[in-house]
């Protein structure tokens, strides 16, 4: 019998490994135990950090660059793919990313979204009207004032002076003036890629669920919250804000909505972008994976959007993550044909995270015997 056809289409591993790297490591892990396989590595991307990097390699196109200043408070060079058909992707976690702010950046009343503007805007400069923007791995929580204020609006507060494009801003925006919007923009098709489904308020809204995240606690919850609220008011927005994605990146979804974009699941729709749906018809298995599966990675994640494309497919799919939430184990049980956790075999996760692809690697070994009785019964 000829060795099984595997596809390798983790995420990420935040913090640890490149998806790229997760790849690696996982399909190494496959040859450890079973020598005569070859599996196939597709590293994809939710909307989040590794967006770039999934679509780079999957679809013809250049990096471009441009000088932006990052969340940081200081010039970087942010970089964006410009495809062969015109069409750009950008990147939130490229220019606004957590691991930019380090020990001794601004704090969260400081950090805007500016930057992201800044690459719309560059975008828009080479001639692109087709513009998909990845939302995730973000560190601010501005409800996407600085990209907006960067791309032309102005908003101001109760004295009619104009606010900083960030947090502390958006706690005193009362008014939004469009006027100055890049016109561009009215001919521009945006896609938002969003990492998750929540609305910007509520309970599960941008400031209650990622804020403490990014720092905010206490009464500040409800605090930014009462600001996202107000500022959508006055942005004509209000109806945008119970979206699913609207609070996706601190807000940005919502952002992104009030200047015309879908917002769409990412994951699903970059599976469809790199080709992954189509070769998924002729593999007998694929293996994904992530940082940490809990409740979230059923709600869209991108663990979740491949076993439903590889249920489409009619194949199984397997997941080799770095930790799982023992809360959520039965229902991903009963999502994919197996289940691992390299914290299970380090013995817990400072071990793990110490040598985070070599007890992937582990991880991935323990699939093995898995995958191969689920091949042999898969009917190809």
Not at 209 to 226: I, M, N, S
Not at 234 to 246: M, S, V
Not at 325 to 334: E, K, S
Request: aromatic share 2%; with cysteine; glycine share 14%.
């Amino acid at each position: 019998m000829n060795p099984p056809t595997i596809l390798i289409a983790p995420d990420s591993f935040k913090g640890t490994l490149t998806a790229a790297r997760a790849a690696g490591a996982i399909a190494d892990g496959l040859r450890d135990a079973r020598p005569d396989w070859s599996p196939q590595c597709l590293p994809l991307a939710d909307g989040g950090e590794g967006t770039l990097a999934c679509v780079a390699a999957a679809r013809h196109g250049r990096r471009r660059r441009a000088r932006v200043v990052g969340i940081h408070g200081r010039p970087m060079h942010g970089d964006w793919l410009h495809l062969d058909d015109g069409s750009a992707v950008l990147e939130s976690a490229r220019v606004l990313g957590l691991p930019l702010i380090g020990d001794d950046g601004p704090l969260l009343a400081a950090r805007g979204s500016g930057a992201l503007g800044a690459l719309i805007r560059a975008a828009l400069d080479a001639g692109a009207r087709q513009i998909a923007v990845g939302l995730g791995g973000s560190a601010c929580n501005d409800c996407g004032l600085g990209l907006l204020t960067a791309l032309g609006a102005d908003v101001r507060d109760a004295r009619g002076r104009a606010v900083t494009p960030d947090l502390d801003g958006l706690r005193r925006a009362v008014a939004v003036d469009w006027r100055g919007l890049d016109p561009r923009l009215t001919a521009t098709g945006l896609t938002a890629l969003c990492d998750v489904d929540n609305p910007l308020l509520g309970p599960t809204g941008a400031a209650r669920v990622y804020g403490p995240q990014k720092g905010l606690h206490g009464d500040e919850l409800a605090a930014v919250e009462a600001a996202m609220a107000r500022f959508a008011a006055a942005a004509g927005g209000e109806a945008l804000t119970t979206r699913p994605g609207a609070g996706a990146a601190g807000g940005l979804g919502f952002a992104l909505a009030l200047l015309g974009a879908a917002l769409v699941p990412g994951a699903p729709h970059l599976i469809r972008l790199t080709g992954l749906d189509a070769r998924l018809r002729s593999a007998d298995a694929v293996v994904t994976g992530e940082g940490r599966s809990d409740a979230q990675t059923l709600s869209g994640k991108l663990p979740d959007a491949v076993a439903a494309a590889a249920a489409d497919a009619g194949i199984p799919a397997f997941l080799a993550s770095g930790d799982i939430d023992p809360a959520v184990r039965d229902r991903l049980a009963a999502r994919f044909a197996g289940c691992v956790a390299a914290t299970d075999l380090a013995g817990g996760a400072d071990r793990a995270l110490r040598r985070p692809r070599y007890w992937l690697r582990r991880a991935a070994g323990e699939l093995a015997p898995l995958i191969d009785a689920a091949a042999a019964d898969t009917d190809r």
